[in-house]
């Protein structure tokens, strides 16, 4: 039971990961997927794909030492088609459609020594380990370039195969300088391959495939026949992938923890029905942005309620009222609410004052902004926009709502800085600046706007 630390957006600071640690472990959790993305401490001529606020290599080491204390397996992930790389100018040329970041040129070897190099610093920092991702899922546009174009021309070539030559050689760059560590890839490019395909290939024997699938209607009979397909072609173990969290909208918030129960509980079955000797484990994936260009979704300390159920419901085999007080008294929350976003306790787990925070911002900082500036009839009746733009303001009706507006602004600017002070702990500036911009200031500026409107005119 793998946790995934999506560090692609939103990265915790070292010190809160190691805080968190030791509940992952209590919770159920048997080792942390953790995909680095640009906050990897790269070195060399790859340094310039660090983060601002990308891990040292010293935090990163004492993380991994408080894991494997933990008992925590670490697998790392490194997401190819390489998104964060090909965005650089300096790797442009390496991209299979000029104008588009979404895929390595497969047919360059400079693509591969990339690969090789970036493979060589992530396991230098690692030492021992059993599994690394190599990512593979979405690659769109692979196909799409000049050269491929060409390739595909050639008798018997297929996009197919060409996905599968692009996956075979990056898991042999990693296998024949790494023989003790396996690969694992996202199966989506490998589902629709016909057994033949897939078969001859050459892939099922250097891969293990994660089946990835975060909705609450699984349909189970269909992922046994796709497990048995695998297995038929060679592959000697899979992987399931289920979520926690950011898997419900793009901009997403707060955690709805039903939709993710949900979703465990119907993996359970299909892992009731899967040979026992083919399942190699399960990851709960928490991504924290669709992808590397996206918006930030849900915060990580905003999920942990979310995490803790899932993880207990896969360590319990099912989910029960008695799980659900143990969950509730290893978070210190009197009262978990799985089927609405609002859960009223507060709890004692590392950033749940993050949770508390969020959840007030999100549910009534922008409807009480728009209830004042949209349905009180004072300001829409007596100090429209064309009323704000020409500054003509009738002194009486400013007493009706310019003391609400400012008693507004100060309660909303007081849990403001409370939120801010809060994330500092867990988080860098520009995580707190991006979800603020995204979250906070667009009410908060429009508030604060008619605030500066009633004092000019």
């Known amino acids: 039971r793998l946790v995934h630390l999506d560090l692609k957006g939103a990265a915790p600071r070292a010190a809160y990961l190691e805080q968190v640690l030791p509940l992952l472990r209590t919770l159920g959790a048997t080792g942390l997927l953790l995909e680095y993305e640009d906050t990897f401490p790269y070195t060399g001529p790859l340094e310039l794909l660090r983060a601002p606020h990308a891990y040292s290599p010293t935090e990163l080491r004492v993380l991994l030492d408080q894991a494997r204390a933990q008992g925590l397996d670490v697998v790392p992930l490194l997401p190819f088609p390489l998104q964060f790389v090909l965005k650089h100018r300096e790797f442009a040329h390496l991209r299979e459609v000029k104008a588009l970041p979404n895929a390595l040129n497969p047919h360059k070897e400079e693509s591969l020594a990339l690969v090789k190099a970036m493979i060589d610093q992530v396991m230098a920092l690692h030492g021992d380990l059993e599994w690394f991702h190599i990512g593979c899922d979405?690659?769109?546009?692979?196909?799409?370039?000049?050269?491929?174009?060409?390739?595909?021309?050639?008798?018997?070539?297929?996009?197919?195969?060409?996905?599968?030559?692009?996956?075979?050689?990056?898991?042999?760059?990693?296998?024949?300088?790494?023989?003790?560590?396996t690969p694992i890839v996202w199966d989506d490019m490998l589902r629709g391959m016909s057994e033949e395909t897939l078969a001859g290939s050459g892939v099922p024997q250097l891969v293990q495939p994660m089946i990835w699938d975060y909705a609450v209607d699984i349909d189970v009979d269909s992922k046994v026949q796709l497990i048995e397909k695998y297995h038929r072609c060679g592959f000697s173990k899979v992987w399931f992938a289920s979520a926690f969290k950011g898997a419900t909208g793009v901009n997403q918030s707060l955690t709805l923890i039903g939709h993710h129960l949900r979703n465990q509980l119907e993996w359970l079955q299909v892992v009731?029905?899967?040979?026992?000797?083919?399942?190699?484990?399960?990851?709960?994936?928490?991504?924290?942005?669709?992808?590397?260009?996206?918006?930030?979704?849900?915060?990580?300390?905003?999920?942990?309620?979310?995490?803790?159920?899932?993880?207990?419901?896969?360590?319990?085999?099912?989910?029960s009222e008695k799980i659900k007080e143990n969950v509730e008294q290893l978070l210190g929350m009197s009262d978990l609410e799985i089927d609405t976003f609002m859960s009223t306790s507060l709890g004692s787990f590392p950033g749940s004052n993050i949770l508390t925070l969020v959840t007030e911002v999100s549910f009534y900082l922008k409807s009480s902004v728009d209830e004042l500036l949209e349905r009180n009839r004072y300001v829409t009746g007596w100090f429209s926009p064309y009323h704000r733009k020409r500054k003509i303001l009738h002194p009486i009706i400013m007493g009706h709502f310019q003391p609400d507006a400012l008693s507004l602004l100060s309660k909303w600017n007081a849990v403001v800085q409370d939120l801010q002070a809060a994330m500092e702990q867990v988080f860098h500036k520009s995580t707190i600046e991006e979800w603020m911009e995204e979250n906070v200031h667009p009410s908060l500026?429009?508030?604060?706007?008619?605030?500066d409107d009633l004092e000019e005119a």
Request: net charge negative.
């Open 138 to 181: 979405e690659v769109y546009y692979l196909g799409e370039g000049e050269e491929s174009k060409q390739w595909l021309q050639q008798q018997d070539n297929t996009p197919e195969k060409l996905c599968l030559s692009h996956i075979k050689a990056v898991a042999t760059c990693l296998a024949s300088s790494y023989p003790m560590v």
């Open 272 to 319: 009731s029905r899967c040979p026992a000797d083919v399942l190699e484990g399960i990851v709960l994936t928490g991504w924290q942005r669709y992808d590397h260009f996206s918006v930030l979704c849900e915060l990580f300390p905003v999920a942990i309620p979310s995490l803790a159920v899932c993880l207990q419901a896969l360590k319990n085999g099912g989910y």
């Open 445 to 451: 500026q429009k508030l604060q706007q008619v605030v």
